[in-house]
C-alpha cells in the first residue's frame, strides 16, 4: 500500500469516527418508535432538544387534517370494524435531547395532537403550545385543549397558573363550540396576556346562560389568572369579545 492511500485511509477512518461524536447525526433519529406508532411532528427547540408527537400509525396526515375538531370516529376509517378489536392508540409527546435520547414522554389520552411555538412576547423562556383534540363526534362542549410546555426548565410538565383563590392548577385553554381564547398584547405594551372566554349552562331554564371572561398574565414567573363572570350567551360564530371585556 502506498504511502498516499494509506493516508487517505486513515483519513476517512477519523472522518468517521468524528461524525459518530456529532449530535444529531448517530443518535438523532435512534429512538424508536412504539408499535403501532407513526411520527406525526418533529420541532426542534432553540436548546437543541426535539419535541415529537406520535399518533396512531392508521391515522395518516390527511385523516389528522380532516378530523381536527371535527370529532374522529370509526366512520372515518376505511376499515372500522378494526377498531373493535384494536381501539386507536392514544398520541403521545415526547421530548428527545441532540443525542436522540427520550428524556420525557407522555401519552395525552386522545387520538389526535400537535405542538407548535408558542408567539408570544415578552417571556423570558420559549414557550410551546400543545393541542389536544378533544372533540366530541357530537355536542359543542369539547374541542381541542391546549397546554403550555417549557421544555427547556421543566421538560413536558404543562406551566400552571395561580387563581385569585391562591391555588395552582395546570393552565389549559379551551377551544370549543362555547369557548375559544387569544393572544393579547396589552395597550401600555409588555409580555403578552392570555384571553380566554367560556359560556355554559347556569341555571334550571334552557335559556339559563353565564359567560366567563378570564385573563392570564405572567407577573414574577407565575402565570396568575383574574375572571370576570355575566349572565348571558356566547358561541364561537359570534365575534370574540373586546379586549375590555376581559378583567
Not at 410551546?128 to 359543542?140: E, K, V
Not at 392548577?169 to 409580555?191: D, R, S, Y
Request: aromatic fraction near 8%; hydrophobic fraction near 40%; charge should be negative.
Amino acid at each position: 500500500m502506498s504511502a498516499m492511500q494509506q493516508t487517505n485511509r486513515w483519513g476517512v477512518c477519523a472522518l468517521f469516527v468524528a461524525l459518530l461524536g456529532l449530535p444529531g447525526i448517530a443518535w438523532a433519529e435512534s429512538a424508536p418508535l412504539p408499535a403501532g406508532y407513526r411520527l406525526a411532528q418533529k420541532l426542534a427547540t432553540e436548546d437543541g432538544s426535539v419535541l415529537q408527537v406520535l399518533e396512531d400509525q392508521r391515522i395518516s396526515a390527511q385523516l389528522h387534517k380532516d378530523s381536527w375538531g371535527n370529532g374522529l370516529d370509526e366512520d372515518s376509517f376505511d376499515e372500522p370494524g378494526d377498531l373493535v378489536e384494536n381501539p386507536l392508540l392514544n398520541a403521545q409527546v415526547r421530548l428527545l435531547s441532540a443525542s436522540g435520547a427520550v428524556l420525557a414522554h407522555d401519552d395525552l389520552g386522545y387520538p389526535l395532537a400537535k405542538i407548535k411555538k408558542a408567539p408570544l412576547k415578552g417571556l423570558p423562556d420559549t414557550v410551546y403550545f400543545l393541542s389536544i383534540d378533544q372533540t366530541a363526534p357530537m355536542g359543542s362542549y369539547s374541542g381541542p385543549a391546549t397546554q403550555l410546555l417549557l421544555p427547556a426548565k421543566q421538560q413536558l410538565k404543562p406551566m400552571s397558573y395561580k387563581g385569585a383563590d391562591g391555588k395552582v392548577e395546570p393552565l389549559t385553554l379551551a377551544q370549543t363550540g362555547k369557548a375559544a381564547w387569544q393572544i393579547a398584547t396589552p395597550a401600555a405594551g409588555g409580555t403578552d396576556e392570555l384571553l380566554q372566554v367560556s359560556s355554559f349552562m347556569d341555571g334550571d331554564g334552557d335559556d339559563d346562560f353565564a359567560t366567563r371572561y378570564t385573563t392570564y398574565r405572567f407577573i414574577d414567573g407565575q402565570w396568575q389568572a383574574v375572571s370576570r363572570q355575566k349572565a348571558g350567551y356566547w358561541d364561537t360564530e359570534s365575534d370574540f369579545p373586546p379586549s375590555a371585556a376581559f378583567p
